[in-house]
């Protein structure tokens, strides 16, 4: 595993090679560090799902609203309140055009999304310009991992990169539902 520093001059470079290279990276978001890869990369989410020790969908960060607007089936009042939701950091899962997503991280034909605020990972996706994966770095059923040590301490053997932001203490985002045109808040 490579440990380096967010405000590393060659940080943004590692992570997008790390991406185009179908390897795990584990990254800070506003909220917590989550762990990734590419979105179509199968076998990675695959080793996501081992680590996390399940296998379940998981949701995507992108850099803007535009990236899945056009694979979604919500009307498009409901899409404008979709891009207002995404603002503030926060998941919205919705419907879905089948294959737009793999279906290794869809669920229903759902797909969960977010566009976060942190200004190194929001740098990241733009220049890479298509969606990761994102969930929590823990076991599931265990507390998410806030400390760069402890991240590489328990998974070190298991990533191939960890993007260290310092210790991380904060919640995690709101998620939003998207179902027959009506939004529910449901975290």
Not at 76 to 104: M, R, V, W
């Amino acid at each position: 595993m490579k440990r380096i520093k967010s405000d590393h001059p060659d940080a943004k470079k590692y992570f997008l090679d790390a991406l185009e290279n179908k390897q795990l990276v584990a990254y800070p978001t506003d909220t917590i560090y989550g762990i990734g890869t590419d979105a179509n990369n199968t076998n990675g989410i695959n080793k996501i799902n081992e680590i996390k020790k399940r296998s379940q969908p998981m949701s995507i960060v992108l850099h803007d609203f535009s990236v899945v607007k056009n694979k979604l089936i919500v009307e498009k009042n409901i899409a404008k309140k979709i891009e207002e939701i995404l603002k503030d950091g926060s998941t919205c899962i919705a419907k879905y055009i089948p294959g737009s997503f793999n279906h290794k991280i869809t669920k229903d034909g759902k797909i969960g999304f977010r566009i976060p605020n942190h200004i190194f990972l929001k740098s990241v996706l733009s220049s890479y310009n298509k969606p990761i994966t994102t969930t929590s770095i823990n076991e599931t059923g265990q507390e998410p991992l806030y400390a760069p040590d402890d991240i590489e301490k328990k998974f070190g053997d298991k990533i191939d990169l960890l993007i260290d932001d310092g210790v991380l203490n904060n919640s995690a985002s709101k998620i939003f539902l998207i179902n027959n045109n009506e939004i529910k808040q449901i975290r």
